[in-house]
């Protein structure tokens, strides 16, 4: 049912892509202005507990209710629910619609939607992944492979591990710090989400890494990987965004029969080249997660 319920949802995601409405979901955002409007001046707010009412209630209303419809008629309406709840966790938005309009923004020479959809997409986890590049066009790049994670690998890897509440919780955990931030809550509090946030996607990550890896040009990516450890100055946080970014783009250079290492000339190329590791990380992630079901078949 697992394997079936991502599958089915990923199909769903890519059909309503063109729905922008349902999918730049914001209700734990506003739940999360809603509370500062109303308790951001109390010492609670500007602490780090202030994380456990934030995230508590909503987790044990979601754990509750997987719980008790996972085996009601026989198993559908557990079926259902993890099914509405792993789609609305994916995105916001989707990340190969915005890469592909960004790629026909440049052809045509929109510079606002460029600027627009850039910004959106350098809003990474830990900014300085992509502050640490020199060059623009990597930044970018290496954030896309960030937002890759964030969007769905991490949702799909926590969904795995613990149904639509590790899918929830993740999605959540993911947007705090930034919410946290936009309402002028205390240091403290940002800081202790950010570190929950790098807790979940510390495993993810790495998992998701050695995907692109797997899906690209693997000792290239693994030797990014290795210049992203030598930045033994950044907090572990950090490191974990941008070891994830350095081998997304070492994975860009891709091998191709006796050709040797394709390298894209131009940044629209580049931009397509990622999506296609993305893909074909996709693609792996999902023949590992269908092993178990067809040696079920098997057995």
Same mark, same amino acid.
Request: hydrophobic share 55%; proline share 3%; charged share 20%.
């Given at each position: 049912? !697992? #394997?079936?319920?991502?599958? &089915?949802?990923?199909?769903?995601?890519?059909?309503?892509?063109?729905?922008?409405?349902?999918?730049?979901?914001?209700?734990?955002?506003?739940?999360?202005?809603?509370?500062?409007?109303?308790?951001?001046?109390?010492?609670?707010?500007?602490?780090? %507990?202030?994380? @456990?009412?934030?995230?508590?209630?909503?987790? &044990? @209303?979601?754990?509750?209710?997987?719980?008790?419809?996972?085996?009601?008629?026989?198993?559908? &309406?557990?079926?259902?629910?993890?099914?509405?709840?792993?789609?609305?966790?994916?995105?916001?938005?989707?990340? *190969?619609?915005?890469? $592909?309009?960004?790629?026909?923004?440049? =052809?045509?020479?929109?510079?606002? !939607?460029?600027?627009?959809?850039?910004?959106?997409?350098?809003? !990474?986890?830990?900014?300085?992944?992509?502050?640490?590049?020199?060059?623009?066009?990597?930044?970018?790049?290496?954030?896309?492979?960030?937002?890759? $994670?964030?969007?769905?690998?991490?949702?799909?890897? %926590?969904?795995?591990?613990?149904?639509?509440?590790?899918?929830?919780?993740?999605?959540?955990?993911?947007?705090?710090?930034?919410?946290?931030?936009?309402?002028?809550?205390?240091?403290?509090?940002?800081?202790?989400?950010?570190?929950?946030?790098?807790?979940?996607? %510390?495993?993810?990550?790495?998992?998701?890494?050695? #995907?692109?890896? #797997?899906? *690209?040009?693997?000792?290239?990516?693994?030797?990014? /990987?290795?210049?992203? =450890?030598?930045?033994?100055?950044?907090?572990?946080?950090? /490191?974990? %965004?941008?070891?994830?970014?350095?081998?997304?783009?070492?994975?860009?250079?891709?091998?191709?029969?006796?050709?040797?290492?394709?390298?894209?000339?131009?940044?629209?190329?580049?931009?397509?080249?990622?999506?296609?590791?993305?893909?074909?990380?996709?693609?792996?992630?999902?023949?590992?997660?269908?092993?178990? !079901?067809? *040696?079920?078949?098997?057995?």
């Amino acid at each position: 049912m !697992t #394997l079936l319920s991502i599958v &089915l949802a990923l199909i769903l995601e890519r059909l309503l892509s063109h729905l922008q409405h349902w999918r730049e979901h914001a209700l734990f955002a506003r739940h999360v202005r809603w509370a500062h409007a109303r308790f951001g001046r109390s010492r609670l707010w500007n602490s780090s %507990w202030i994380v @456990v009412p934030l995230l508590l209630p909503t987790l &044990l @209303v979601v754990g509750g209710v997987q719980y008790l419809l996972a085996d009601a008629v026989y198993g559908l &309406l557990g079926f259902v629910f993890s099914l509405l709840l792993l789609l609305l966790c994916l995105g916001p938005r989707d990340l *190969g619609e915005q890469v $592909h309009t960004l790629i026909r923004a440049r =052809k045509s020479g929109d510079v606002e !939607t460029q600027d627009a959809i850039c910004d959106d997409l350098r809003c !990474t986890p830990a900014r300085a992944v992509g502050v640490a590049e020199p060059d623009e066009s990597r930044s970018l790049l290496g954030a896309i492979f960030v937002q890759a $994670h964030e969007r769905m690998f991490a949702i799909l890897l %926590w969904f795995f591990v613990l149904g639509p509440l590790g899918a929830v919780a993740y999605r959540m955990a993911a947007a705090l710090p930034r919410v946290l931030a936009e309402t002028n809550s205390g240091e403290r509090a940002v800081e202790i989400a950010a570190r929950i946030h790098g807790i979940l996607a %510390w495993a993810p990550a790495r998992i998701t890494g050695v #995907l692109y890896a #797997l899906a *690209g040009s693997t000792d290239d990516a693994f030797i990014g /990987r290795r210049a992203a =450890k030598a930045h033994t100055e950044d907090h572990w946080v950090v /490191r974990t %965004w941008r070891q994830l970014a350095a081998m997304g783009l070492g994975a860009l250079n891709v091998e191709e029969g006796d050709s040797g290492p394709i390298v894209n000339a131009t940044l629209d190329g580049a931009l397509e080249a990622s999506m296609a590791v993305r893909f074909r990380a996709l693609m792996l992630w999902l023949a590992v997660l269908a092993l178990p !079901t067809i *040696g079920g078949w098997l057995a």
